[in-house]
């Protein structure tokens, strides 16, 4: 039987919203730490992107992910994977780098040379679909160049930004050199890199410590929600288009302070 993989998306850790706009992405860095002592005392292997991307992984593996590059990937999560010895991937705006709670270069060249994966999440966070194809073009294949260039290594994975572009941003992510594209459609990764956009789990600061272990064990309550909930988005943004979805987006986070998909 083919093995499964759980990967994760985190973003910023905190006690509170940089902007309101991150909704409750952000988690506590002391839940956030509960949740990684968990993953390294549990059974279930973390590894890092490269084992999938090779099919060299067992079935229950865990990835994870850190999108939007903020200044906490430096300050809060790399510290304590390193000590923990957990690998992961932080996925950066090349556009946005040093601006607003984000890490700078320097410390993203810090997290590269300490083994961690950097790769793009966009330009600059535009969403995906839609897009003119030079439009689109710049957003996927110029993140890359940018990165590479500013740490002289290469950049392989891609982090759909709130998951959208689909099959046309995966065709020209993969001819344009990036080895594995990743997006948020919740649920488990099977098969080989490169043929799908990948899987991911979103963890949220309501899921708590018993989130990150359904998400993990893969339980099908939790799988159910939070696929319900992400189709939801999906017919929101088809519905409204992107900048109406954007603004009941907006409207919804000032009422009650939670985010949808990023």
Known sequence: ??????????????DRPFDPEEGDYVLPPSLFEAQMRSLAAGRRPVVPLASLAEGRYDDGAVVLTFDDGCESDTSVAAPLLLSLGLPAAFFVNPALVGTGGRASWDELR??????FVIGSHGL?????????????????AGSKREIEERLGRPVDALSLPGGTGGERARRLARAVGY????GSRPGAFRGKAG??????????????LEGLRSAVDRRPFFVLRQQARYALTLAGRRLLGTRGYARLRARRLDRDGEGAER
């Open 1 to 14: 039987m083919t093995p499964r993989a759980v990967v994760l998306i985190y973003h910023r850790l905190s």
């Open 110 to 115: 810090r997290l590269a040379a300490e083994g």
């Open 124 to 140: 600059d966070h535009t969403l995906l679909d839609g897009l003119a194809p030079a439009e689109l073009e710049r957003q996927v």
């Open 179 to 182: 080895r594995l594209v990743l």
């Open 195 to 208: 043929d799908v956009v990948w899987p991911r789990f979103a963890l949220r600061r309501a899921h708590g």
